[in-house]
């Protein structure tokens, strides 16, 4: 993350398929969910809400591989607490 960047990476250390749950990453601040534009990783098929990013990950990974997923986003708005949006990319 820098300023309005984030960066999400993933490296695979062992080959094999990944399970069948996501992978979910918090965001260190809110951000306002509707000015995410994805700069990276769009076909991943990211999930991004006001908090966090959730990964639909699939199929068969090898070592080394690695999955990345970068946007811009705005920081949320102070006192919108409570308030959960999700853009689905």
Same mark, same amino acid.
């Given at each position: 993350? $820098? %300023?309005?960047?984030?960066? #999400?990476?993933? !490296?695979?250390?062992?080959?094999? !398929? ?6 979910l990453?918090? #965001?260190?601040?809110?951000i306002?969910?509707? !000015? ?5 990783g769009?076909?991943? %098929?990211?999930?991004?809400? $006001? ?8 199929? $068969?990974?090898?070592?080394? $591989?690695?999955?990345?997923v ?11 607490? %409570?308030v959960? !949006?999700?853009?689905?990319?």
């Open positions: 993350m $820098d %300023g309005r960047r984030h960066t #999400l990476t993933l !490296s695979c250390r062992r080959a094999g !398929s990944w399970p069948k749950q996501p992978v990453a918090f #965001l260190p601040h809110r306002d969910a509707g !000015s995410v534009e994805i700069t990276e769009a076909t991943i %098929g990211p999930v991004l809400t $006001d908090n966090f990013v959730l990964l639909p990950l699939t199929g $068969d990974f090898a070592v080394g $591989d690695t999955v990345r970068a946007f811009t986003a705005e920081p949320a708005e102070e006192g919108t607490t %409570g959960c !949006s999700a853009r689905v990319l």
